[in-house]
């Protein structure tokens, strides 16, 4: 299911979006709704969620300076809502990878479309790294390495922090740290990210530490707290949203889907 979050200072706008919109059969939930930009942003930090409709123009941030802010924390979809007919919103929007750009007064038909689109895009996006190529023997699900060589770079940067992701995934490294590494800024990074292998850092972290859990699964005798803890997770619930969260499975599906152990 898609966690959505709906940021629009129009309060008769916003509820009219959340109570009317038939979320349930577009595989939807809306986790969150904000009546600003800032709250907009405190609830995208928080709840990572997969995709932020948000309205351009709202206090104290506008949306686009929302979705510029929220890309240095997760990675996600963005559908724009404007009731201005302005290219250069249009521009900007684009340049920060928005899925949609919609226009006032919504039409409804646009309005789920839009989401069926993203909804596309986030399936086709989301667990095929983390399940066993047709070609490839049942129980053996994409490796550490596989997934490395699926999103490598002609970008020396890119590279260089690849290389510093998989020699220390399972420590507590962050953006800052990679960075310092690297001597660059974290917003040029970020920026690499994102052009480079369409992920942000902390995604890419995630999607590396469990493709190694999805590896180690394979051990029978190996408790599932402790491939928390050698991925780089010190709280097993924890590893287990982000892990069902890729992979569409808890670690137990897994390691029973693909290894037949219970």
């Known amino acids: 299911m898609i966690r959505c979050i709906i940021a629009e ?5 916003r509820k009219g979006l959340i109570l009317t919109t038939d979320w349930n059969s577009l595989d939807c939930e809306i986790i969150g709704e904000a009546k600003n930009g800032q709250e907009a942003l405190d609830l995208f930090i928080k709840y990572k969620p997969d995709l932020l409709i948000t309205d351009i123009r709202m206090p104290i941030l506008n949306g686009l300076q929302v979705i510029e802010k929220a890309k240095h924390y997760h990675d996600a979809e963005f559908i724009i809502m404007s009731g201005y007919d302005d290219f250069s919103y249009a521009k900007q929007a684009i340049h920060l990878g ?17 989401i069926l689109h993203v909804k596309k895009k986030l399936e086709k996006n989301s667990v095929s790294l983390f399940y066993p190529k047709k070609d490839t023997p049942k129980h053996s699900p994409d490796s550490l390495e596989s997934f490395i060589l699926n999103n490598s770079s002609k970008n020396r940067y890119i590279n260089k922090a690849i290389q510093y992701i998989v020699e220390k995934y399972h420590e507590d490294i962050s953006l ?40 180690l699964l394979a051990e029978p005798d190996k408790k599932i707290y402790l491939i928390a803890e050698q991925v780089g997770y010190k709280d097993q619930r924890y590893f287990s949203v982000i892990f069902k969260k890729i992979t569409h499975l808890t670690p137990k599906e897994y390691r029973k889907k693909f290894y037949g152990y219970e």
Not at 176 to 198: A, R, V
């Open 98 to 114: 928005v899925s949609e750009f919609l226009c006032k007064p919504l039409d409804e038909d646009e309005f789920v479309d839009s």
């Open 9 to 13: 200072d129009e309060h008769i706008l």
């Open 176 to 215: 800052k740290d990679l960075c310092k590494h690297l001597l660059i800024s974290e917003s040029y990074l970020t920026k690499l990210f994102k052009e480079h292998l369409n992920y942000s850092f902390i995604d890419y972290l995630a999607r590396c530490r469990i493709s190694k859990a999805c590896e």
